[in-house]
């Protein structure tokens, strides 16, 4: 199975500022036939169900606000929040896909600071 | 909109078995795939498998050990999920999720809309 290990854990951000998580796979989810990662990005508010962020590791879903970017690529992949608004305060959770079992990562909880 | 509507909390004894269903609507049912994904109380997340309103194709999480079926019912854009012989550590929060990015024999994807969750708890 791939493991997808995220850091940190959680952390405390200014309003304004950036929010920087990590997300690093046990094993490359980058499939060399079309240069694709697979890897996805989810927002999780309390009592809500997860809220697709970023797939492709880096392509934006339709209407998710441009603050919001993934980077990254082979096993290790960053998803940035910047000018974060008090309504990121939430979970993040990083997912691959390139293989079953599908899996994800433990998640960070990000707050304001 | 696309909406994902699932049935609701159950509670159950130890060796029972549920069923969960997801009434999909604003899109065009065989499209797509759904997948099942669940989170025990406090925790992170665990995709449990997909079924291909298309074909009727499924897959399912080594983990489950068999005790998962998936099946659909494409004249009402239903999809159901059944887990038999549940233990106290199926207790969780399902979620159903809308699939894009299916081939004719898998849905690895990401999940691009997701029901509201059913809560369900194992307990004696």
């Known amino acids: 199975d791939i493991v997808m290990t995220q850091s940190p854990d959680s952390l405390a951000v200014s309003l304004g500022e950036r929010a920087t998580i990590k997300c690093k796979s046990s094993?490359?989810?980058?499939?060399?036939?079309?240069?694709?990662?697979?890897l996805a990005w989810y927002q999780q508010k309390p009592r809500q169900p997860p809220k697709l962020l970023i797939y492709?590791?880096?392509t934006r879903e339709s209407g998710v606000p441009d603050r919001f970017s993934g980077s990254g690529s082979g096993t290790d992949f960053t998803l940035t929040i910047s000018n974060l608004q008090a309504e990121d305060v939430a979970v993040y959770f990083c997912?691959?896909?390139?293989?079953?079992?599908?899996?994800f990562g433990g998640g960070t909880k990000v707050e304001i600071k | 909109q696309v909406r994902l509507v699932q049935s609701g909390a159950e509670v159950k004894n130890p060796g029972a078995s549920v069923t969960v269903s997801c009434k999909a609507s604003?899109?065009?049912?065989?499209?797509?795939?759904i997948s099942w994904v669940r989170q025990a109380p406090g925790q992170g997340l665990e995709w449990m498998g997909w079924i291909s309103p298309y074909n009727g194709n499924t897959g399912s999480a080594r983990s489950l050990q068999g005790r998962v079926t998936m099946t659909t019912d494409t004249s009402t854009s239903v999809v159901y999920m059944e887990v038999r012989n549940l233990r106290s550590d199926d207790t969780a929060v399902y979620y159903c999720a809308r699939t894009p990015y299916c081939s004719t024999t898998s849905c690895y994807s990401w999940f691009d809309s997701w029901g509201q969750g059913t809560l369900v708890i194992v307990s004696s």
């Open positions: 997912q691959q896909y390139f293989g079953a079992p599908l899996t």
């Open positions: 492709w590791a880096s």
């Open positions: 094993q490359s989810i980058l499939y060399s036939s079309n240069n694709k990662n697979y």
């Open positions: 604003g899109y065009t049912f065989t499209t797509y795939g």
